[in-house]
């Protein structure tokens, strides 16, 4: 009996021992299941990175022309009373209304007309469209001058400003100006003395003080578009939609004015 219970229990202590399975039942390729996803998931964050980097280009390359603008205008700006006593001074269009000049074209040849009466300048050239017969700008500025007390002797029409750049080609090419004081809205001028000094014409700029209404604000927004064509211009510096002949309209003006 004793050598049995000697036997039972170390069979028991026998059956005690741990015997644990601790194979690796984890099936194949269960630790790399979520690869795919977590490269699509650097991809997505790469995408989005390149896509805020671009952005950011688009934006610096869009403001350069605007800098441009600044840089290269930022000693030619001043005032109607302290303007260098210039021979001509270039109003550009600014839309008609009924025929007559809109309220921003009337504020720029209210100052022309003011600096030729304080004899700072001796004639003044009006630019803008007149592309088709029921649309003509310079006549209706010369006709507003004229009500205003400048001479018509002393007034010269460019009929083929289409934009500024056509407008100071044609001041420079076509009339002969080699210097002159600009006139424009504020948000406008520093296009214009860019655009004609780079066609030849030393210019000084002159902008009209305005309220701040829907159709300035329109015009400042449009003026970031602008400045890049501004820039194309400059570099391309391209023909005038019409260029014609030379006209003498300046030189007789000046010398009758002198």
């Known amino acids: ?9 170390a069979t028991d202590a026998t059956d ?4 644990t399975d601790t194979t690796d039942t984890t099936e194949p390729g269960a630790h790399t299941m979520h690869l795919p996803r977590i490269r699509a998931h650097a ?13 950011m280009l688009l934006c610096v390359l869009a403001l350069l022309p605007s800098a441009w603008l ?17 021979d001509v001074a270039v109003v550009f269009g600014a ?15 209210d100052a ?55 407008s100071c080609v044609r001041a420079r090419k076509i009339f002969g100006v080699d210097e002159a004081v600009l006139i424009s809205q504020g948000f406008h001028i520093r296009r214009a003395v860019a655009l004609c000094e780079q066609a030849g014409v030393r210019s000084y700029g002159i902008g009209v003080a305005d309220r701040h209404d829907v159709t300035w604000y329109y015009g400042a927004a449009r003026e970031m578009f602008a ?3 501004a820039a194309l211009d400059a570099v391309l510096e391209p023909d005038p939609h019409f260029l014609g002949p030379e006209e003498p309209g300046v030189e007789r003006a000046l010398a009758e004015a002198r």
């Open 70 to 86: 600044f840089t290269a205008t930022s000693d030619r700006l001043r005032t109607a009373e302290d303007v260098p006593r210039t």
């Open 43 to 55: 991809r997505s964050r790469t995408v989005q990175r390149r896509a805020v980097q671009a952005v």
């Open 95 to 109: 839309g008609l209304w009924d025929g007559e000049p809109s309220p921003y074209l009337a504020r720029r040849l």
């Open 112 to 166: 022309a007309a003011r600096l030729y009466r304080e004899g700072r300048v001796e004639v003044l050239l009006v630019t803008g469209d007149n592309s088709r017969a029921e649309y003509d700008e310079p006549d209706a500025m010369r006709a507003y001058l004229t009500d205003h007390g400048v001479p018509d002797a002393r007034i010269v029409s460019d009929y083929a400003g289409f934009d500024t750049w056509d």
């Open 1 to 9: 009996m004793a050598e049995a219970d000697g036997t039972t229990n």
């Open 227 to 229: 400045a890049g064509k």
């Open 16 to 19: 005690t021992t741990d015997t």
